[in-house]
Structure formats: structure tokens, C-alpha cells
């Protein structure tokens, strides 16, 4: 199950809408109503998003012999050495191999001169609640936010970093 981290490529968009679906039906099943992950998935990953992704920068695959099996997209740091865990999805089947690990790592590896990781979770995605905890992240505030008229329970997490 050991995958390969590179960045985005063109050839790699229909997979990584694949695994955006599969990863939000899995991960939000119960927590949001399936019309609304699919409003939005259809949305936020169209190929004009997925191509602003591609020209931006910013978002690691994982590749193993099943292919594209997951993807993490991180922003640029701003002046204040800040960014943000935008998303980071793992087919259901593979998540628990160390896939998210290394699709962070890599991610963060090319944020020059990081000082804070920003991330926000829904408060009852256990397993991406465990994974961030798990790194280090640190809940500083709870909101809610409503998502397509949907409220959902929001916390923001923080992992500090030292300066390199």
C-alpha cells in the first residue's frame, strides 16, 4: 500500500474528482445530506477548479498501484508565515497505511518559511479529528458554519512550526 507523493498533474484530475467524491460519501455520510456533498463536490471539484488547483499549485497526490489514491492541496504561506490544510482526502480502503502522513509531510516540506498550519474540521469526522490531533494540531476556536443552508459543527485547528 506504500504510495508515491508528487505534485498535481494534468492526467491526474478525473482522479482525484474520483477520490474527493468517495472520500466526502464516506467521511460525511450521516453528518451532511448526500444532495449537499453532491452540490458542492460537483462544484468546488469541477474541471475549471480542479484546473485552478493544477495552476496554482499547491496539491500533492498519492499514487500507488490502485493508482491515485488520495490528495492533499495546501495553500501558499502568507506574510504572516501562515497557510492552510485546504483538503487532504484518502480513498476509504487505504486510509490507515500512512498515505495522509507522507501526503502532509511532502506538502509542508515545500511551505518555505511556515510558521502556523491552519486546518478546519467538522466536528463529527472522528478519524480526520484523530489524524489532526495525532500531528499536532491544537483546536483554537469551534463555529458553526452553514454549509449550502446545512449547520454544521466547525472546529479550527493550528500546528505551530519552527522557523527553518
Known amino acids: 500500500m506504500d504510495a508515491v507523493i508528487r505534485p498535481l498533474e494534468q492526467s491526474d484530475i478525473r482522479a482525484v474528482q474520483h477520490v474527493a467524491q468517495e472520500s466526502w460519501h464516506h467521511t460525511y455520510e450521516g453528518i451532511i445530506p448526500r444532495y449537499i456533498q453532491d452540490t458542492f463536490l460537483t462544484e468546488a471539484y469541477s474541471d475549471l477548479n480542479m484546473q485552478r488547483r493544477l495552476d496554482r499549485g499547491g496539491v500533492w497526490v498519492a499514487e500507488n498501484q490502485d493508482g491515485i489514491v488520495g490528495f492533499a492541496n495546501l495553500t501558499p504561506v502568507n506574510d504572516d508565515g501562515e497557510a492552510e490544510l485546504v483538503a487532504i482526502y484518502i480513498l476509504p480502503h487505504h486510509i490507515g497505511f500512512?498515505?495522509?502522513?507522507?501526503?502532509?509531510?511532502?506538502?509542508?516540506?515545500?511551505?518555505?518559511?511556515?510558521?502556523?498550519?491552519?486546518?478546519?474540521?467538522?466536528?463529527?469526522?472522528?478519524v480526520g479529528l484523530k489524524f489532526y490531533e495525532a500531528k499536532g494540531f491544537n483546536v483554537v476556536k469551534e463555529y458553526d458554519d452553514v454549509f449550502a443552508g446545512h449547520t454544521l459543527k466547525t472546529l479550527q485547528m493550528v500546528k505551530e512550526y519552527e522557523e527553518v
Not at 101 to 114: A, D, E, M
Request: glycine share 14%; aromatic share 4%.
Open 98 to 126: 500512512g498515505i495522509g502522513t507522507k501526503l502532509l509531510q511532502s506538502g509542508v516540506s515545500q511551505l518555505k518559511g511556515l510558521q502556523r498550519l491552519y486546518v478546519e474540521v467538522e466536528k463529527e469526522n472522528e
